[in-house]
T-cell receptor, first 112, second 115 residues
Framework: EPEVTQTPSHQVTQMGQEVILRCVPI?????FYWYRQILGQKVEFLVS????????KSEIFDDQFSVERPDGSNFTLKIRSTKLEDSAMYFC??????????FGSGTRLTVV | AQSVTQLDSQVPVFEEAPVELRCNYS??????LFWYVQYPNQGLQLLLK??????LVKSINGFEAEFNKSQTSFHLRKPSVHISDTAEYFC?????????????FGTGTRLQVFP
């Protein structure tokens, strides 16, 4: 069964550093998403991406965050200057149609 | 704004007993509803979903959920649980008429199955 692949599985970074989380969506999917889950809390929507542009973003997705599909296969989330409160599990998802999500296994980001 | 309530943060149950995990959402004209399962140190796996049609939806591993529009609920049930069902279960909703497909998640219910 096709999978959404996320790398790395765990990343530790120092506060103030830039970090890029990588995702390889399922190849024929058109809709891409990032969600995050702070430890012990609920999963929260960050951003959706379709047709090479952001289609929707949450209040969490401020100027520190950006997304890109640099080469037609990868889908990346960049955090420009990480803060302690950015520590969370970040999930990528892709979908062939709206609401037909497949989630990746996540990247645990720890900011120290 | 849409919201999802999972009243039970933890549900302990013995193996082979029935279980119900409750989910309520704030009212909306039309919604899509989902249950996701998260096993320890793993990602989110879709368990089942309601988009339209029959209000009773079933998963391949014995779970089922019923969409109840009047009670704005989508409770998850299983008649006989296994140890392997121990996991975190998340209910999620998507508004289907506001040109958005983002998912709003509940806070999750940890199902702990004891032998």
């Amino acid at each position: 069964e096709p999978e959404v692949t996320q790398t790395p599985s765990h990343q530790v970074t120092q506060m103030g550093q830039e970090v890029i989380l990588r995702c390889v969506p399922i190849s024929n999917h058109l809709y891409f998403y990032w969600y995050r889950q702070i430890l012990g809390q609920k999963v929260e929507f960050l951003v959706s991406f379709y047709n090479n542009e952001i289609s929707e973003k949450s209040e969490i997705f401020d100027d520190q965050f950006s997304v890109e599909r640099p080469d037609g296969s990868n889908f990346t989330l960049k955090i420009r200057s990480t803060k302690l409160e950015d520590s969370a599990m970040y999930f990528c998802a892709s979908s062939p149609i709206p609401s037909g999500y497949t989630f990746g296994s996540g990247t645990r980001l720890t900011v120290v | 704004a849409q919201s999802v309530t999972q009243l039970d943060s933890q549900v302990p149950v013995f193996e082979e007993a029935p279980v119900e995990l409750r989910c309520n959402y704030s009212s909306s004209v039309s919604v899509y509803l989902f249950w996701y399962v998260q096993y320890p140190n793993q990602g989110l796996q879709l368990l089942l979903k309601y988009l339209s049609g029959s209000t009773l939806v079933k998963s391949i591993n014995g779970f089922e959920a019923e969409f109840n529009k009047s009670q704005t609920s989508f409770h998850l049930r299983k008649p006989s649980v296994h140890i392997s069902d121990t996991a975190e279960y998340f209910c999620a909703v998507s508004d289907s008429i506001y040109n958005t497909d983002k998912l709003i998640f509940g806070t999750g219910t940890r199902l702990q199955v004891f032998p």
